[in-house]
């Protein structure tokens, strides 16, 4: 009986506690910078396409919602002709950025991605490329795995530093390292 | 002629009023339960959340009103409106001042106890006639519930009707001038919340609906309107057996300064918020300790106090 009253009492001083609800959109949520939010494509330093159309991001998609097709430009250097992320089907599990060999493909923090029209949830390699580098600023991929070209293997051009040693245990070096 | 016009008069605001405050209950309910569980609540539609309550009518009012092909036709129609109508009507003998009152009724007490109980069949009715199981098991332990609490419920107005020497509920609050019924009778008020809690089947006694266990219990089958006339009748329930507290053991309107309307509201939104906390507070207890609470402890307490008011009375005649 006396737990009863007691209960009763204990609720009715929460009366006079904070809230702990965040007034959403007046009030912002602090978002942390790992969050797994909309889906970018980057571009390295240089201002070019990072993606190599490998297609490791739509293989690691478990729901399937990326597809894209290879192809290739003058130099021999591949790139998606088209790059579709179906944002409907999307559960934001980030598998797709960690299969990236090229940090093209990162997650951001936005979250506010809300449409009226299902269709508008497709979006099109227009709306996913971004003109900046995103969460790596230095990182070009060809600069640390080398380019071979006609007459020319991987590293022996003048000046060329040679490409990393991916087998070594050492860590890569990256462009913002040297 | 103009007696007449006053009655109507009076009437139409006793209805009008209770309906207001029976829908308004519904954004004060969760304001106060989001208070008291560190939260908001509603309070985008309008100002604090107001407009809340003309949006749940919207919405309720556009529902589909579902009958199922499996129940009793006539039955299921007819329930949703008694506990409305029987809540409703009880008001009819609250005395909200001296003089604002729809029926001066000599025996009040009973009447209200009459309506409550028919108001018992609503919810059981509504369980037998929406012919699934949840809803008959709904129904058994409404009826089982309310008609044991009605026992006491009962037994402990009988203080409160002895001091006062009437039924009248008008009578009864003009005998509380001196000292309110709540002193010498506090064992009569701490029953007679109880079984209206129970009465009403809110939480923690709302075994009937136990929606962790029996879906929404007797009214499962219920949507649109007809499930909107059981809420209406749960909040009209809420706001009468605070003002039948208020009647019966804190002197109705009577009080210094204010006008006894304002009087009679303050007491009766006090307890209404206490309904409210009890929800916010308390878990729900199992069926068998609900009648054992109500055999075992109650009645016997609701006698033992009703034979030694009576025995002050004979001893200080």
Sequence with gaps: MLSVLKAIWAVLLHMFRPRVTVQYPEERPHIPPRWRGRIILSRDPDGEERCVACYLCAVACPVDCIALQATEDGHGRRYPEFFRINFSRCIFCGFCEEACPTYAIQLTTDFEMGEYVRQNLVYEKEHLLISGTGKYPGYNFYRVAGLSVKGKDKGQAENEEPPVDLKSLLPGRMESEQ | ?317
Aim: aromatic letters at 14%.
């Design chain 2, 1 to 317: 002629m103009s007696e007449a016009l006053r009655s109507i008069i009076i009437i139409l605001s006793v209805i009008g009023g209770v309906m207001t405050i029976a829908a308004g209950l519904i954004w004060v309910e969760r304001r106060l339960l989001a208070l008291w569980q560190d939260r908001y609540g509603p309070n985008r539609v309008g100002a604090f959340g107001l407009l809340q309550v003309l949006a749940d009518m919207i919405k309720v009012l556009t529902k589909e009103d579902w009958i199922p092909p499996f129940a009793d036709k006539s039955v299921f129609f007819l329930t949703p409106a008694i506990i409305a109508i029987t809540t409703l009507l009880t008001f009819a003998v609250i005395p909200f001042t001296s003089t604002i009152l729809v029926a001066d009724l000599n025996i009040g007490v009973l009447f209200f106890l009459a309506m409550s109980s028919l108001g018992v069949y609503s919810v059981t009715l509504a369980g037998w006639a929406s012919a699934s199981k949840y809803s008959l098991l709904g129904g058994l332990r409404a009826a089982a519930q309310m008609i044991s609490y009605e026992v006491f419920m009962g037994l402990s107005l009988m203080g409160a009707v002895m001091l006062a020497g009437s039924f009248d509920l008008r009578v009864i609050v003009e005998a509380q001038r001196g000292l309110w019924y709540v002193v010498p009778q506090f064992a009569g008020f701490v029953i007679f919340f109880i079984a209206g809690v129970a009465e009403t089947h809110r939480l923690p006694f709302d075994l009937p609906e136990a929606e962790s266990e029996l879906v929404a219990g007797y009214h499962s089958e219920y949507s649109g309107m007809k499930f909107g006339m059981f809420f209406v009748g749960e909040y009209i329930g809420i706001t009468l057996i605070s003002a039948l507290i208020t009647v019966l053991f804190f002197g109705g309107w009577l009080g210094p300064v204010l006008p006894p309307v304002v009087w009679f509201l303050i007491k009766t939104f006090f307890f209404i918020g206490f309904f409210i906390l009890l929800r916010a507070a308390l878990p729900r207890p199992r069926y068998d300790q609900l009648m054992a609470l109500g055999w075992k402890v109650l009645l016997p307490v609701s006698l033992l106090n009703l034979a030694v008011t009576g025995g002050i009375m004979l001893a200080g005649r």
